[in-house]
Each structure stands twice: as C-alpha cells, then as structure tokens.
C-alpha cells in the first residue's frame, strides 16, 4: 500500500490537549465553578453541536458562551480563554514537516467555528504549511461518525488506503480503520518519528546530477567502492551492485528526474511501461537509504527511511531514447529529461533480475 495523503488530529496530536486548564480559566472569568462550566457548556452538547455546524460564525458560538455561563470579557479574552485548552507542539510539527515533499498533509479536527477563527489566527505557524485543513464544523460531521471521515477523503479525492491518520483518541483511530484508512494511534513524537519512517509511499527528489552515468544508492554509512562492480554484464544491466550499494547506470551525464517509491511488498511488474527495468538486493541496517548523484556531496544528499535489513530494489528508465538523442541538452526539457524510478521493499537476498532491456539506437558513451 502506498501512502498518498498524510492527516492528523489536532487537539492531542499537532496540539497538547488540556481541558481542565480550560475550564478553570472560564470558571474564574465567569465567577462558577469548573464542574458548572463543563456541563453547561460540554455537558449539555451544545460543543458537539459547535462541532457539527449548527453554530454557522464565531460570533454565534461567543454569543451562546456569554448568554448560558455569563462571559463578560472581551471577544479576545473570550477566544483566549476557550483556546486555552491548545498548546502547540513544535515537536510534533517538526516530525510532519520532513514528510511534506513526500505526501500532501491535512488536518482533521472536531472543532467548530470559534475554534477555527481563533486557533487559525493565533498560531498561523502551526497551518501554514497544511495543504488542507478540515474542521468538522464544515463537513457537518464529527469523528467518529463514519460520514465524518467519507467526507473527507471525498474533498481529498482519495480512497482509504491512500489516506495515513494519526489520532490520539482510540474510537477515532477504530473508525478510521472501518473506513480503510491506514490509522496511527498516537503516542507521542518520538513514536511518531517510527511509525512514518516504515511508511510505504512515494519520495520525489526531482533532479539529481548523474555524473559519469551514474546514481548512487546506498546504505547511509557504506564505504562500498563500486568502481571494480561495472563488470561488462552490469553494463548490459545498467546496474552496478555492491553489498550494500548499487550504482544505477543512466544514458546521460547531466540532469535527471529521481522517484523513490517505499513499498511494503513486491510490486506488479508494470515493465511494459518503461524502457529499461532491472531489480537486485541491497543490505540496508541503517535504515537510512541515500539517494544521489555520482559526484554529490554526500552529507547534503537525500536519506529515505527504510525498513532496515535486505532490500530489494527495481529500477525503471524511460525517456532513453529522447535523452540519448539529446544528450547534453536533454535536462532542458521535460520530453527529454531521462527518467529513473527506484522502489524497494523488503525481501530477502536475492540475484540480479534483468526484467527488460533497452536497446540503444547508438553506443552508450
């Protein structure tokens, strides 16, 4: 299953959750005590009704706090004390933000308009960087209703097995899971930061410089010298293979567009639509697997998790005859720009696969 879109909660995941911090602060802003405040304001549903749209504007929902508790503040000391309950976790955000190249990223929230006005204005760091944000209020449902999470991914266009969720809330991860979500309780960053790094899906590292020919692919560490690997056979193959690092070959010297697909099984073979395919194994323990150009300079290249242990590897051309014809000019252009596709996943040890081959109309160079 590959991961296409990545959506989490926001109380209690991208925030720290404290409703009893707010209800003390309302309490004595409105001289009642706490037990009071929560079940006029919780316990009477009317936050769940908030939640679910029947409050169309901020100022409805304030209106309704002032009338039933007695707020006498301002709207901004109202905001403040009913946000109060949200702390943002820069750390959580931190561990989102290395997945953002890789997969469009969402919020998910039962949270009404009030919510969304303050909370939106007040931290504007903590959504910028969102390609969606879905507030239940919007959608008219609330998780864990069923319809909360089918409008979602119709607004994301997406089926269940694309969507990846984190929640803090068990009922909500259940029902993600009954709807094919792939749900992630959550337990913290530092649990976070290992539940995605294992995540099948796609990483796109655009233009890398194959210098000599070449892209590199190892484990983050290797010291694997691959020169003494392009046998003639490995030249036929387009494929260079060390223990624990392969060298792609590719047709041009210049620019070329890199996909890393991270797989949790072998894929179809869908070779017909390439040019060149060949597959091998490589040894990754680290866990880290780097991607780059021949003569790049390694520290600043990319690392991709990986399931650590023996991977295999496919990679897939295309373009090579429009690059071959080209040549030094070819990353110019999108129609000419040679393609190569890597996806791995776990697998045991296993020998080199020439799956298709690319007859070039001229020598390689």
Known sequence: ???????????????????????????????????????????????????????????????????????????????????????????????????????????????????????????????????????????????????????????????????????????????????????????????????????????????LFADYHQVHVFDDGSTTDLGDAWTDEAVANQLAVGEDALAVGTVVNVFVEVIVEVLDRSPKDDSADFDHVVEASVHVPSGQLVVMGCTDYEPDAARVPVPAGWLRVRVAGSNLDAAQRVGIDSDNDAATTEQVRIQVWPDEHGDVRLLKQWRPAEPLA
């Open 1 to 207: 299953m590959n991961a296409g879109h990545l959506i989490v909660d926001l109380g209690g995941v991208l925030f720290r959750f404290d409703h009893a911090h707010r209800l003390d602060r309302l309490a004595r802003a409105c001289g009642l005590p706490p037990g009071q405040v929560d079940a006029l304001l919780w316990g009477s549903a009317f936050s769940a009704d908030c939640d679910q749209g029947r409050y169309g504007s901020a100022a409805e929902v304030r209106a309704h706090i002032r009338a039933t508790v007695g707020f006498g503040g301002t709207d901004d000391e109202l905001d403040s004390a009913w946000c109060s309950a949200y702390q943002p976790d820069s750390a959580v955000l931190d561990v989102i933000d290395r997945h953002r190249a890789d997969l469009p990223c969402a919020v998910f929230t039962n949270n009404g308009p009030l919510e969304e006005e303050a909370l939106t204005r007040r931290y504007p760091d903590m959504f910028a960087g969102f390609d969606q944000v879905f507030f239940s209020h919007r959608l008219g449902h609330r998780k864990p209703d069923p319809a909360a999470f089918a409008a979602v991914a119709t607004r994301l266009g997406a089926t269940g097995h694309d969507i990846v969720f984190v929640d803090d809330s068990p009922a909500n991860v259940a029902a993600a899971r009954t709807a094919g979500w792939r749900a992630i309780p959550f337990r913290g960053p530092n649990d976070l930061v290992q539940e995605l790094a294992g995540l099948p899906g796609v990483r796109r590292l655009a233009r």
